[in-house]
C-alpha cells in the first residue's frame, strides 16, 4: 500500500510539471501507466489511450485544480474533480450520464463533460493533476459506514456563559426522527459594485454571509417543539453588519471573550448537524434552501421539508413565514427582531397544518393555497396590524 501512495504522490508531482511544460490544448490523459525500472529507479510513464499493453500500474484521473487567469481581478483557483460511484448513484441520470465529473467554482458546483478536465486553454494554468489506481474501489471498501456518534449532540460551549435553560439537551436512549431548524446570520463582507458610465451598477464581489446562531427543535412528542441545540457561533473576523433587525444577534455575542450567549466553534455545529442528516433525521424550516446553501451542508432531498415551497403555488410568488403564521394559525410573530427559537417553532406548527390539510380528504389543497395567496394580496403581503 505504501508503494501504491508513493507512485500517485510522485505521479501528481511529474504531472505538475508536464502540465506546466506543455501549455494549453487537449493533452491530458485520462489513463497513464506507471512503471518502476529495474535497472536505474527511474518511473516510466505511458499514455494508456497511445499503447496496447503496459507492465505497469495503471492509474486514472480523478481530479484537477487550475488557475484561471483574470487581468483585473488576478484570478482564483476552480477544481474539477470526479466523484466517486457510490455518490453518482443517488444523482439524476443526467448528471450520472458526465461520468461523476463535477466543477468546483466557489459556491457554484456542476456536473461537466468527462472531456472537460483534459483541456487546457491560454486563460487556465493547470495547478495540480491527481492520477488514482484504477479499480481503487474494487480493492478496499470505500463505503462511508462511520455515523457520528450522538454524543457531538450534547451541548458543548466554548465559553463560560451560564447554561441556557430554554434547551433541552437530548436524552440518552433519545434519538429524534423529525427536527425543525432555524438559522441566523451576519455579513462578513459587504457587497462591492462598480458604476458604470451609462448608469447602471454590476456587481464586483458578492456579500459574504456566515452563521452567527443555529436552533434545532424536537419534531417528535413528548418534547415536540422543544430546542435541543441552540448555538451561536463564535466569530474571529471582523463582522461588517450584524442584521440585528432580522438575525436577533446583537454587537459582542459572537465574542468570546464578552459574550453572554453560549458560543461553540462552527465546526462543532457542522458535527451536531452532520450527525443528525446522517442518519437519515427529516428536517422541517422554512427557506431550507437557503439556510443549508449559506451553512454550506448538503442534505438528502427526501429529508428537507421546507414550508416556503409546500405552501407555493406554482408560478406565484414565495410567502415569509410571518405572514403565513398568521394566516394559518393566528400567531403574531417577529413583532421586534427575529428569533430562530421562534421561527423553529412556528416552521413546525406550519408543517403539521400542511399534514393536517393534506390528509383531510374534505379539503381540496389547491383552493386552500389560492385562498392563501387571495389573502395575500388582498392584505399587500403583510400581516393587518
Known amino acids: 500500500q505504501n508503494r501504491i501512495c508513493f507512485r500517485i504522490v510522485n505521479q501528481c508531482f511529474f504531472a505538475n510539471k508536464i502540465a506546466a511544460e506543455a501549455g494549453s490544448g487537449p493533452w491530458l490523459p485520462h489513463q497513464i501507466a506507471v512503471t518502476l525500472t529495474d535497472s536505474d529507479g527511474d518511473v516510466r510513464i505511458e499514455n494508456c489511450e497511445q499503447i496496447k499493453e503496459s507492465s505497469g500500474v495503471k492509474y486514472d484521473l480523478v481530479s484537477k485544480v487550475s488557475f484561471v487567469k483574470n487581468a483585473q481581478k488576478g484570478g482564483h483557483l476552480v477544481a474539477q474533480i470526479r466523484v466517486g460511484s457510490l455518490y453518482r448513484s443517488k444523482k439524476s441520470k443526467e448528471d450520472a450520464g458526465k461520468e461523476g465529473w463535477y466543477l468546483f467554482n466557489d459556491f457554484s458546483v456542476c456536473p461537466i463533460d468527462k472531456d472537460d478536465p483534459v483541456q487546457f486553454e491560454s486563460w487556465q494554468l493547470p495547478c495540480h493533476l491527481c492520477y488514482s489506481v484504477s479499480n481503487l474501489a474494487d480493492r478496499y471498501d470505500s463505503e462511508i459506514s462511520l455515523a457520528l456518534e450522538s454524543s457531538y ?51 464586483v464581489k458578492p456579500s459574504q454571509v456566515s452563521p452567527a446562531r443555529i436552533t434545532v427543535i424536537r419534531g417528535d412528542p413528548p418534547y415536540e417543539g422543544d430546542p435541543f ?66 451553512i454550506n451542508i448538503d442534505v438528502a432531498p427526501e429529508q428537507k421539508l421546507d414550508t416556503v415551497e409546500l405552501f ?46 393534506k390528509n383531510d380528504a374534505s379539503v381540496d389543497f389547491r383552493a386552500a393555497l389560492e385562498r392563501l395567496y387571495k389573502a395575500g394580496r388582498q392584505h399587500n403581503w403583510t400581516v393587518p396590524a
Not at 430554554?166 to 459587504?190: C, G, K, N, Q, Y
Open 229 to 294: 441545540i441552540d448555538d451561536h457561533i463564535a466569530h474571529s473576523e471582523h463582522v461588517v453588519d450584524y442584521m440585528t433587525k432580522y438575525s436577533g444577534i446583537e454587537p459582542g455575542d459572537l465574542d468570546s471573550a464578552v459574550s453572554k450567549k453560549q458560543l461553540t466553534t462552527l465546526k462543532k455545529c457542522y458535527l451536531k448537524l452532520r450527525c443528525l442528516f446522517d442518519r437519515g433525521v427529516r428536517i422541517v424550516g422554512h427557506g431550507l434552501k437557503k439556510d443549508l446553501t449559506v
Open 312 to 357: 407555493h403555488l406554482p408560478g406565484q410568488r414565495y410567502l415569509s413565514l410571518r405572514f403565513m403564521a398568521w394566516y394559518f394559525l393566528g400567531l403574531h410573530i417577529q413583532k421586534m427582531e427575529h428569533d430562530s427559537v421562534e421561527d423553529a417553532k412556528t416552521a413546525l406548527k406550519l408543517y403539521r397544518k400542511y399534514e393536517q390539510l
Open 153 to 203: 449532540l450534547k451541548p458543548n460551549p466554548i465559553n463560560s456563559a451560564p447554561f441556557y435553560s430554554a434547551v433541552h439537551p437530548l436524552e440518552t436512549d433519545e434519538f429524534p426522527t423529525i427536527v425543525a431548524m432555524d438559522s441566523e446570520f451576519v455579513t462578513l463582507r459587504a457587497q462591492e459594485s462598480e458604476l458604470h458610465l451609462d448608469g447602471t451598477q454590476a456587481m
